[in-house]
């Protein structure tokens, strides 16, 4: 995370209700995310998370403070002009999918914003291309598997020219090869692109072995924002947000291997340090 420059996204003070008859339910939100950032956003069911999320690209619009997208306030944006630099993929993939064909529906986004009929071909092939789905872009959507219909969802924001993702659970129902090729995909598209990628997740394998930022939420709030590790081994605060720790790190830690001078969040690194000691 680069500390010098502007922040690409930034959470000024944010706190959003859904009705002015209603609590807030995320509250006095401060988050810096620079460009390339690749940050996991985690906690328990009805934290805030999506809400928060749904501020990045100004699909909600704070109740309080203000969210600076690249120096400017979200607001300021032309509907348009944040869909071309922001894409959100929504919690289900069947939400956002309604066209007759794959290729169809990942062209839907790139027409809609307004680009010519040649850069709407050319960006829709090159996305459907990086999510590998160029074979099956004939079919109806509903004639993919769970994990073909999430990397649709991504693909179909990609196409858009984005350089900033925000997705909302994509590894929900997936078996191991499904994760594995979605968090394969993210994770390329942020080193070898410098993608800035914010992702929900509740799976805290998923964030140990992919993503190197954490940001915990617990009714609302920020509860830690730091490196995984960090954020992972912090069994107080994850308490409080009714998030367990990985596997290996609960073991590691009665095991009394956790001591302060390393992290054990992956499993290479618990055989590490089981080894050290013998
Ligand atoms: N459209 C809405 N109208 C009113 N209240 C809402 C709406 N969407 C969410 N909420 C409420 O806001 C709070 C935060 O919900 P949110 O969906 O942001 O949580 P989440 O962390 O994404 O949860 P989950 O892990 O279940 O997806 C919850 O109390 C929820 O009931
Ligand atoms: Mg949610």
New binding site residues.
């Given amino acids: 995370m680069a500390t010098d420059a502007m922040p690409h996204i930034e959470f000024d003070q944010v706190s959003f209700r859904y009705d002015k008859s209603t609590p807030f339910v995320i509250q006095d939100i401060r988050l810096q995310i620079y460009t390339g950032d690749f940050v996991a956003l985690i906690g328990q ?1 009805g934290s805030g ?3 928060l ?1 749904k501020h990045v690209n100004g699909i909600l619009k704070p109740s309080l403070g203000q969210v600076l997208v690249n120096g400017r306030a979200s607001q300021a944006y032309k509907r348009l002009e944040m869909a071309r630099l922001i894409g959100y993929c929504y ?1 289900n993939p069947d939400h956002q999918i309604f066209s007759q064909t794959v290729e169809a529906e990942v062209e839907y986004g790139p027409k809609a914003i307004g680009y010519t009929p040649e850069k709407v071909k050319e960006q829709s092939a090159a996305a459907l291309e990086l999510v590998e789905l160029t074979h099956r872009r004939k079919v109806h959507p509903s004639m993919l598997g769970r994990g073909e219909r999430q990397r649709l969802a991504v693909a179909s924001i990609l196409a858009m020219g984005v350089s900033t993702l925000v997705v ?2 994509p590894t929900t129902g997936l078996d191991f090869v499904g994760v594995t090729r979605i968090m394969d995909l993210l994770a390329s598209w942020n080193s070898r692109f410098n993608t800035t990628i914010v992702i ?1 997740t509740h799976d805290i394998s998923v964030v140990a072995d992919y993503i190197p930022r954490v940001v915990l939420m617990a009714q609302g709030r920020v509860l830690l924002d730091g490196p995984t590790a960090d954020v992972l081994q912090s069994f107080g605060e994850l308490k409080e947000a009714a998030i367990r720790p990985p596997q290996v790190t609960r073991i590691a830690h009665a095991l009394n291997l956790l001591d302060g001078t390393r992290s054990i969040v992956r499993v290479p690194e618990l055989v590490e340090a089981l080894l050290q000691r013998r």
Wanted: hydrophobic share 20%.
């Fill in positions: 069911n998370k999506t809400t999320a919690q909302d659970e929900i």
